[in-house]
């Protein structure tokens, strides 16, 4: 359990880097966003793709 939490924390930590040094997680081509008038509505449809790939191989990869 304690090997599963630092490795989460260690993955969260690393997002956080690529965030701060400029990484368009969010703006990925194939996110939608529609903007009328006040309202903007935004579908993240390739960010949860990428999202899910990395959880899903960090999931395969802890199960062993």
Known sequence: ????????GLVVAGIGLLVMLGVPFGRLPGDFVIRRGPVTFYLPVATSIVVSLLLTLLVAWLRR
Not at 1 to 8: A, E, K, N, Q
């Open 1 to 8: 359990m304690g090997r599963t939490l630092v490795i989460i």
